[in-house]
């Protein structure tokens, strides 16, 4: 069993930032994937980035060379440096681990934290 605890998130003026972070605790062995996702108001879950199997970063067009994914193993924390921030980041931001158990393939995910970006 893993938990997931997200903070960081907050409102902030478009083309500032903001740094999230996600504490994992519990078994983090044989993880897949560690990413985080959004979910805007009346729109689907997405994923905003990822670190794959083998640790390739993988990034939604949407947010290329603003975001920045990164992770502390020794802490089991990852983080999302989110910079250049628009309107159109605001949503409730999701950290997942996708993790391959004795029960099978498992996802895990925080509680959300909300992101809002105003004026």
Do not use: H
């Not at 996702?37 to 970063?57: H, L, N």
């Amino acid at each position: 069993q893993v938990q997931l605890v997200e903070s960081g998130g907050g409102l902030v003026q478009p083309g500032g930032s903001l740094s999230l972070s996600c504490a994992a605790s519990g078994s983090m062995f044989s993880v897949n994937t560690m990413a985080w996702y959004r979910q805007a108001p009346g729109k689907e879950r997405e994923v905003v980035a990822a670190f794959t199997w083998g640790g390739r970063v993988i990034y939604a067009e949407s947010v290329k060379g603003r975001f920045t994914l990164s992770r502390d193993n020794a802490k089991n924390t990852l983080y999302l440096q989110m910079n250049s921030l628009k309107p159109e980041d605001t949503a409730v931001y999701y950290c997942n681990i996708n993790q391959t158990t004795y029960r099978g393939v498992m996802d895990y995910w925080g509680l959300g934290i909300t992101v809002t970006v105003s004026s």
